[in-house]
């Protein structure tokens, strides 16, 4: 009795290490410092993009912007995780990458405090959306600045778009718009 009770606990605990993670597990930072936890935003579906003040695809903070004010709310929400990974491309601080979003697109969607999205010091948000591991779904590489990742209303990773697919792209409203 004792051995199958020792079974079950090895079994539990292997299976608890190797469970996946959801994307509501993960606690990160606004660009003000402050905790924000993604399990606030159950229900909703979410929008996670990569960005960087000094890139060609910049203008998409934009597009980002605008569907966010029309569609965000109760059942959508656009996050920015600015990232010096790909050229150092976002040189700013937090102070100035707020700056240049507000004075230069308007951004109101919620920014986060800049991180790695790629390399040795990948951020733990980043290896959840890249790791079929972790996430369930399939394994990924960040190409370059402005990629999108699309979280479900379950919190589920469902689709990643590379950054020359813009944020008002069709297939993009259309995921939005879907019940």
């Known amino acids: 009795m004792k051995r199958i009770l020792v079974l079950l606990i090895a079994v539990f605990a292997l299976y608890q290490a190797n469970a996946q993670t959801s994307f509501y597990d993960y606690t990160v930072k606004t660009l003000e410092g402050e905790d924000f936890q993604l ?18 695809f910049t203008p998409q903070y934009e597009q980002l912007e605008a569907i966010y004010k029309k569609y965000g709310g109760d059942d959508f929400v656009v996050i920015g995780f600015p990232a010096n990974n790909f050229m150092k ?24 405090a800049k991180i790695s999205v790629k390399g040795d010091d990948i951020a733990p ?8 591991e972790k996430n369930g779904v399939e394994d990924s590489n960040v190409r ?9 209303e379950k919190g589920e990773l469902e ?15 259309s995921w939005i718009t879907s019940k």
Do not use: H
């Open 39 to 56: 399990s606030q935003l159950k229900g909703k579906k979410v929008l996670v993009v990569n960005t960087a003040s000094k890139c060609g």
């Open 89 to 112: 491309q976002e040189p700013g601080t937090a102070e100035e990458i707020r700056d240049f979003c507000i004075q230069n697109y308007g951004v109101t969607f919620p920014m986060m």
């Open 125 to 132: 948000i980043y290896q959840w959306l890249t790791e079929k």
């Open 144 to 152: 370059w600045n402005f990629q999108k990742y699309l979280i479900n």
């Open 159 to 173: 689709k990643i778009f590379y950054p020359k697919v813009k944020p008002d792209s069709d297939e993009i409203i």
